[in-house]
């Protein structure tokens, strides 16, 4: 039986290099903030665009994001618009949900010309689909959501040299809940293709796909549609599964548009929440016209029901109305704009069966590659799958036969695949690029000379393909000797893949069986399990995982190698050192036999390395007399160094000693002589002397000083009758005759002084002497403050108003 391999693994085997693995597929990667889930080519070149540019948002844009509760992945600079306008690339990033644009050069993509606000023109979230380009006159049409929430979508026109228009705001008629997915500038039309919400769908909520256009020179209408389309229509697109129950494909995921054949191929899948299936379709752009001119579909009202209407204007070119002028927009023109909106028809595909389908699987991207074969011309459909592979697929050769699945092209190895985020064929070198998340990969679109033989070539069925007999090898045709000596027979599709993977059959059961583990034999309970469930075929993989298993293994022990000798216990004289092992070489289970011997050995070491003369210590001396007897003193003691002089430590040792405090001791010092003072009374005069008291706790009473005074004080009358003498009535002692002691008092209080500001708080005084009486004779003096202050006029300043003008 031949084998036909149908899935083509770019790496058969796990941990690879991402550069060159395969001939077939080559990846471009960048340092920058390169987002590769958008891919564009230079027409004017015919080349594909690849730089590299750092674009990070700044930390003041990402705070603000932050703060609105956005995600550290979310507030990044993620770019959604990569179109070639003439020598300039015009992009467009998320900005931390700040979206912003620059035009750059086509050739240095660092050098930025201008930059403007991204809004209208790109999403504010990543994650919403949009879509976008630039016509040959410089206008910007954007298919995408209007504001941060992604509550506004709109189809927008900006730039370039007309006036600025969109579709109605929060009006579900014209978009309800739109997920963009391409446009297109063809004729005098833009084209869009999205799909929403279905507000025609009176059961429950369902996804319906649309195909909607604007005339490019629609310039708005006036007081009525201002600033809004006024030729913006959209239909249904119909891809399904024909039968008395049709099971639709509702949701359109991606088209590619062949503009020589006017052919739009999309690929269409079930709801995410039901069971996963994919179609591919394929529409006629005369037939998409043709829904256009027909009737619409029309609701009066919210509680009525949508009926057909007739178009009134079905042989409508945009191309033959002049919009530079209002002449032609009447009132009725545009409030029919307003409301008929939504073609009744629906747009059917050129063939009633879907050109491919495939259930358990969602396609997420296409890419369509015309191919000239040796009878005729073919179409190959590149489908991305959401589980990051690529299906080649051979469009349908005639209506009677489907279309052949020709290759699955698989980009990573299967636990490290990666989404698809876009797909470019570039047919100057004939090669398909694939952009996923970090970088992007480039894919040959021939390999013919995978196949080796000439029943592997020519029943491949690939268009690209045929048998060169002259050469004797599968090549393409440009490489072929002639046309007539080139084989190919696309009559059919090829056999299908009979390519089987292995897998295991059910386990043995446990059986005896010996082993061998670290040169000791032992018994074990086995089973085992064959490659036989199906056993691979054609080139299949082989069975991963264990074949044997095994289980309660007796295992001897046996002894590690000796480790080294531990250091002497001693550095002279007569030591010991030892060594061990353990039984863990390998370590007994299961019944396994216990190692023999001991773990330890010990032995001498240093046994004839004597140890120098022993140097010691004398005893200590007693402690020496303390050097204070009280309040704390240091006394010291000795010892020496015997056999020697280098006994380690001090030869000296100090201590406090006799910390208990010294007693209290006193002092006074004798009279002084009488001395006259300057005070007279009565004729008489008066005399002082004075002496001094110290007490201190010292341990030697030398060691006072004089501190204290006390005073004597007497009386001597001029006639001598107190003889100032040391006894009788003369004798004043200070403290000891009271009736003479003289305390101080206080005078009354002065007036307030003036105040020292007129307003917002002065300060104003008074004072007293301490004169009524003085103190003398060792009165006491008075007590309390001489002088007093208050707060004055607090009241605050009035405003300063300026004088009137000199009349």
Not at 84 to 113: K, M, Q, S, W, Y
């Amino acid at each position: 039986t031949m084998c036909l391999y149908m899935s083509l693994s770019l790496f058969p085997i796990p941990h690879v290099s991402s550069v060159d693995m395969e001939p077939w597929i080559h990846r471009f990667q960048a340092e920058g903030t390169v987002d590769y889930s958008q891919l564009t080519f230079d027409p004017s070149q015919n080349e594909l665009i690849v730089g590299e540019a750092e674009w990070h948002c700044d930390e003041f844009t990402k705070g603000a994001c932050f703060s609105r509760g956005k995600s550290e992945e979310e507030c990044q600079n993620y770019i959604r618009v990569l179109l070639v306008n003439g020598d300039r690339l015009f992009t467009c990033g998320t900005n931390a949900f700040t979206p912003i644009c620059t035009n750059r050069t086509l050739t240095n993509l660092t050098e930025i010309h201008d930059q403007i606000s991204g809004m209208a023109r790109c999403p504010y979230n990543p994650l919403h689909n949009s879509t976008a380009l630039i016509t040959s006159s410089g206008e910007l049409y954007a298919a995408t959501a209007m504001d941060f929430s992604g509550r506004d979508p709109a189809i927008y026109r900006s730039l370039g040299g007309l006036p600025p228009l969109r579709t109605a705001q929060y009006n579900s008629k014209w978009l309800n809940e739109p997920n963009f997915v391409s446009s297109y500038d063809i004729g005098n039309f833009t084209y869009f293709f999205f799909r929403e919400n279905a507000v025609e769908h009176d059961c429950g909520r369902t996804v319906f796909s649309r195909a909607a256009r604007v005339c490019k020179n629609d310039i708005g209408g006036r007081f009525l549609l201002e600033d809004t389309w006024t030729t913006f229509m959209k239909a249904r697109l119909n891809c399904s599964r024909p039968g008395e129950i049709p099971f639709n494909y509702n949701e359109l995921q991606g088209t590619f548009y062949l503009p020589e054949l006017e052919l739009l191929y999309g690929i269409f899948t079930t709801n995410v929440n039901s069971i996963a299936a994919s179609a591919v379709c394929a529409f006629n752009l005369s037939a998409i016209t043709q829904v256009f001119s027909g009737p619409f579909k029309y609701q009066e009202n919210s509680r009525s029901a949508w009926l057909p209407y007739p178009n009134p204007n079905p042989d409508f070119q945009c191309g033959t109305i002049d919009y530079g002028s209002y002449v032609n927009l009447t009132e009725r023109n545009l409030q029919d704009a307003q409301k008929f909106l939504l073609m009744h028809e629906v747009v059917q595909p050129v063939q009633p069966v879907p050109y491919f389908m495939e259930d358990s699987v969602r396609f997420s991207h296409v890419a369509v590659d015309v191919v000239q074969g040796k009878d005729m011309l073919f179409h190959i459909i590149y489908l991305a799958t959401d589980y990051g592979t690529i299906r080649k697929v051979l469009s349908p050769l005639n209506q009677s036969t489907g279309s052949c699945l020709l290759d699955e092209i698989e980009l990573f190895p299967p636990r490290k695949r990666q989404p698809i985020r876009s797909l470019l064929i570039l047919h100057s070198s004939s090669e398909l690029y694939v952009g996923v998340r970090d970088q992007v990969i480039k894919i040959p679109l021939m390999r013919c000379n995978f196949h080796k033989t000439r029943e592997a070539c020519v029943g491949a069925r690939d268009p690209y393909c045929g048998w060169d007999r002259v050469l004797r090898r599968c090549s393409t045709l440009e490489d072929s000797v002639s046309m007539s000596q080139w084989e190919q027979s696309i009559t059919k599709c090829p056999v299908r893949n009979v390519t089987v993977d292995g897998g295991f059959g059910s386990w043995s059961g446990w059986g005896a069986c010996s082993h061998t583990d670290g040169g000791s034999t032992g018994s074990c309970l086995c089973r085992t399990r064959a490659c036989d469930n199906p056993a691979p075929q054609c080139g299949g993989q082989s069975c991963h995982g264990l074949n044997v298993e095994v289980s309660n293994c007796s295992r001897n022990g046996a002894w590690t190698p000796w480790t080294l000798w531990a250091p002497c216990s001693t550095s002279c004289g007569i030591g010991f050192q030892v060594r061990q092992r353990s039984c863990s070489n390998p370590t007994p289970r299961h019944g396994g036999r216990v190692c023999v011997g001991q773990n330890r050995e010990e032995r001498y070491c240093n046994e004839h390395l004597p140890c120098p003369p022993h140097v010691y210590w004398s005893a200590w001396s007693a402690w020496e007399r303390c050097t204070v007897p009280c309040g704390g003193g240091i006394q010291s003691r000795r010892r020496t160094c015997e056999n020697g002089n280098e006994c380690p430590g001090c030869a000296q040792e100090y201590q406090s000693c006799n910390t208990v405090p010294c007693p209290d001791l006193k002092k006074t010092t004798p009279w002084t002589p009488w001395t006259p003072v300057n005070i007279s009374d009565n004729g008489g005069h008066y005399e002082q002397r004075f002496r001094y008291t110290c007490k201190a706790r010292v341990p030697d009473p030398a060691l006072l000083e004089v501190g204290r005074q006390r005073i004597e004080m007497r009386y001597c009358s001029s006639d001598g009758s107190t003889g100032c003498s040391t006894d009788g009535e003369g004798l004043l002692r200070s403290g000891k005759i009271s009736g003479h002691t003289v305390n101080g008092g206080w005078t009354s209080w002065s007036s307030w002084s003036q105040c020292s500001r007129d307003c917002s708080r002065g300060i104003r005084s008074r004072k007293r002497t301490c004169t009524s009486p003085e103190p003398r004779y060792g009165g006491q003096t008075c007590l309390g403050p001489a002088q007093e202050y208050q707060e004055c006029n607090v009241t605050p300043c009035p405003a300063y108003e300026p004088p009137p003008p000199h009349m």
